[in-house]
Antibody, heavy 120, light 110 residues
Framework: QLQLQESGPGLVRPSETLSLTCTVS??????????WGWIRQPPGKGLEWIGS???????YYNPSLKSRVTISVDTSKYQFSLRLSSVTAADTAVYFC????????????WGQGILVTVSS | QSALTQPPSASGSPGQSVTISCTGT?????????VSWYQQHPGKAPKLMIY???NRPSGVPDRFSGSKSGNTASLTVSGLQAEDEADYYC??????????FGSGTKVTVL
C-alpha cells in the first residue's frame, strides 16, 4: 500500500523559507504514470494546489505562487520536497503531499498533512 | 486561476439525497472531463470519492455519483448516512498540468 509522509519544521519565521519533504513508501516514485504534488489548506479554509513534479524533474506550479515555490525530487531517497520563500502569516496552513495520476488527473494518495505556522 | 465555486453548506436527513454543485469556467470544468471530488473529515486528509466526472474508485459506495453540465459539475450523495457528514471539495484539471480546487461544502446529516 502506497504511503506518503510529510516532514519538516512546524514553525517558520516571517520572510524566511518554508521547507518540507515528502517520503514515499510502498511504491515507486519513478512511475511514468504519476506526478507528485503539494496541496495546502489554511486553518478553516479550502484546499489550494501548490504544484507538482514528475520523476524526471519537470515541475508545474500554481501561477499565484510560482514566484516563491520550488519543488524538487530525489528518486534515490524516494522523496520530493517543497520550498516556499518569503513566507507571511497567510502561508500558515496544513501542507499535504499527494500523488497525482496522469491518466485521470486525480489525487489518489495523500499524506496525513503537516501544520506549518508562520510566526515570529 | 480562481477557485471553483461551491455552496458553503448542504444538509439532509438520513436516507435522503444531497447534491453539491461545483461551478468553474470554460478554462477548467467546461473544457476537461477531469473533475474529481474529495471527502474530508475533520483533521484528516482528503479522500478521493469521484474521478473523471462520474467514476468511483474501488471501495467507494455507489451512493456517491457525479455528473457535469457545461461549466458546472455536481456530486450527489444518495441514502445519506451519518458517516457522510464531512467537507467535500471538487477539483478540476485546468490545462498545462495545473489544477484548481473548489471552495468546499460542509455536508450536515440532520
Amino acid at each position: 500500500q502506497l504511503q506518503l509522509q510529510e516532514s519538516g519544521p512546524g514553525l517558520v519565521r516571517p520572510s524566511e523559507t518554508l521547507s518540507l519533504t515528502c517520503t514515499v513508501s510502498g511504491g515507486s516514485i519513478s512511475s511514468s504514470s504519476h506526478y507528485w504534488g503539494w496541496i495546502r489548506q489554511p486553518p478553516g479554509k479550502g484546499l489550494e494546489w501548490i504544484g507538482s513534479i514528475y520523476y524526471s524533474g519537470s515541475t508545474y506550479y500554481n501561477p499565484s505562487l510560482k514566484s516563491r515555490v520550488t519543488i524538487s525530487v530525489d528518486t534515490s531517497k524516494y522523496q520530493f520536497s517543497l520550498r516556499l520563500s518569503s513566507v507571511t502569516a497567510a502561508d500558515t496552513a496544513v501542507y499535504f503531499c499527494a500523488r497525482t495520476s496522469v491518466a485521470g488527473r486525480l489525487f489518489d494518495y495523500w499524506g496525513q498533512g503537516i501544520l506549518v505556522t508562520v510566526s515570529s | 486561476q480562481s477557485a471553483l465555486t461551491q455552496p458553503p453548506s448542504a444538509s439532509g436527513s438520513p436516507g435522503q439525497s444531497v447534491t453539491i454543485s461545483c461551478t468553474g469556467t470554460r478554462s477548467d470544468v467546461g473544457t476537461y472531463n477531469y473533475v474529481s471530488w474529495y471527502q474530508q473529515h475533520p483533521g484528516k486528509a482528503p479522500k478521493l470519492m469521484i474521478y473523471e466526472v462520474s467514476n468511483r474508485p474501488s471501495g467507494v459506495p455507489d451512493r456517491f455519483s457525479g455528473s457535469k453540465s457545461g461549466n458546472t459539475a455536481s456530486l450527489t450523495v444518495s441514502g445519506l448516512q451519518a458517516e457522510d457528514e464531512a467537507d467535500y471539495y471538487c477539483s478540476s484539471y485546468a490545462g498545462s498540468n495545473n489544477y484548481v480546487f473548489g471552495s468546499g461544502t460542509k455536508v450536515t446529516v440532520l
